[in-house]
């Protein structure tokens, strides 16, 4: 049931391949844009905003559009057959996968035509990861709310940038170590220690509070 | 006697605005007199945020009730506790004109907290604004409100404990043991906070009565 619904999702999403296709060339042309300006002359605390940020619009534009097709007919029908919590679940699952290899291919874009500042590789991988989860908890149910009351692009950035904030800021000092190139062993584990625990805090919620916005 | 709390509130904030302007306090470098402002910003501050906490109270009742009646509430403890975000930034931005040098930093995790907090709760507004039907508005701005509250804490209450801040109390600091506060202070910073309080919780009844009486006008 419940990997039918990630199935689900994947075959929509590629069959469509409208979202992709925006979604990568947004990040190509953003990229491509940030290289020009730039021009090379961009240090480490830069170059690690500029990452995060494009990273940010990324999910927000994939996750954003999560919701907004159950509406109608195909929604009446997920209502009915599935069970609010597997069906939140699987969004969060889906939306986490897609958004980490999104990140990975702006990575790989973001040091071709940019450069690659990363001196700590695993820390940054893992960094990617524990991000793609947290913002897949807190964008999936935003952009919940933001389906229900009928909201488009510009509700979803309205209600999830506030939101995210928290989780931005602590990604971009754990991530900033890992472009600094601090060893492991050296590590400050506050910050990744918050940011597991910012993760365990939106998943909690977002699988609490979405059966009240699913029953209508 | 069911008002003993609004008079308790008007004799306590007026005890404190007089004696707080009174009282002997310590002589600090940087702060000197301007020490004082604890019994005001501070206070206020505080009842914002129990405010907030009264609004995540009702969005959990207007969860679990479907009740409009709670989900008024709700809004109307989150437009009071907004309100009173802003005499606590005057008060702030004041003081840290003539402490810091500057009336807004960005080096500082709290004050960062704090526009996020109001960025949070505009965005709340805007979607009650955007949702026509009653029953729909209720639930789905009840369920951002929850959320909303976790997230502002983690961004005034946890964060800023972490990285270093300017504010006392933060960057590791247990939150009074810098304030320096010495027995005359805490007489009155104790009453300000309890006074400010209940004078936050009067308004919040005033208002919601007169939201209670608006909707009946309206049926």
């Known amino acids: 049931m419940f990997l039918a619904l990630i199935k689900k999702e994947f075959l929509l999403e590629f069959r469509q391949k409208s979202t992709l296709g925006g979604v990568m060339v ?30 940010l619009f990324t999910s927000v534009t994939i996750s954003g559009k999560s919701f907004l097709k159950e509406a109608g007919g195909q929604g009446l029908f997920n209502y009915l057959h599935y069970p609010a919590r597997h069906f939140i679940i699987a969004k969060i699952a889906y939306n986490m996968a897609f958004m980490f290899v999104l990140s990975l291919i702006t990575f790989f874009f973001y040091a071709l035509f940019i ?3 990363v001196e700590n590789m695993s820390l940054f991988f893992v960094v990617l990861l524990l991000a793609s989860t947290g913002l897949a908890g807190i964008l999936s149910l935003m952009s919940a709310i933001s389906a229900r009351a009928n909201g488009n692009f510009a509700m979803m950035s309205i209600l999830s940038f506030p939101v995210v904030m928290p989780l931005i800021m602590v990604i971009i000092r754990v991530s ?7 060893e492991w062993a050296a590590i400050g584990f506050d910050f990744i220690i918050i940011l597991i625990a910012l993760n365990v805090l939106t998943l909690a919620l977002s699988f609490l509070l979405f059966p009240y916005l699913w029953r209508d | 006697m069911k008002n003993w709390y609004k008079i308790l509130s008007v004799i306590l904030i007026l005890y404190t605005l007089v004696w707080g302007m009174l009282a002997p306090v310590p002589r600090l470098d940087i702060l000197n007199e301007t020490i004082r402002n604890v019994f005001y910003h501070v206070p206020i501050w505080f009842s914002m945020l129990f405010m907030m906490t009264v609004s995540l109270f009702y969005s959990i009742k207007t969860l679990q009730t479907n009740s409009l009646l709670h989900d008024s509430k709700a809004l109307d403890a989150a437009i009071v506790g907004f309100f009173f975000s802003i005499p606590g930034i005057t008060t ?14 960005f080096q500082d995790p709290k004050l960062n907290g704090v526009a996020i907090s109001i960025l949070i709760y505009t965005a709340y507004f805007i979607l009650r604004s955007s949702v026509d039907d009653e029953q729909k508005r209720a639930k789905i701005s009840a369920v951002y409100n929850v959320f909303a509250f976790v997230m502002m804490n983690v961004f005034i209450m946890i964060l800023p404990r972490l990285t270093d801040s300017l504010h006392p109390g933060n960057g590791g600091n247990p939150a009074f043991a810098k304030y320096d506060m010495d027995n005359g202070m805490r007489m009155v910073f104790y009453p300000a906070v309890i006074g400010w309080i209940l004078f936050s919780y009067w308004i919040f009844n005033v208002k ?4 209670i009486l608006k909707n009946k006008l309206n049926d």
Request: charged share 15%; proline share 2%; hydrophobic share 45%.
């Open chain 1, 26 to 55: 947004y990040l190509a042309g953003t990229i491509f844009v940030s290289a020009l300006c730039f021009k090379g002359r961009m240090d480490k605390p830069t170059w690690n905003a500029l990452f995060w940020v494009i990273t």
């Open chain 1, 115 to 117: 450069k690659n500042e």
């Open chain 1, 176 to 182: 900033k170590q890992a472009v600094d190139g601090i």
């Open chain 2, 92 to 105: 702030g931005s004041i003081w840290a004109k003539y402490t810091w040098g500057t009336w807004w930093t």
């Open chain 2, 208 to 211: 919601n009565r007169i939201s």
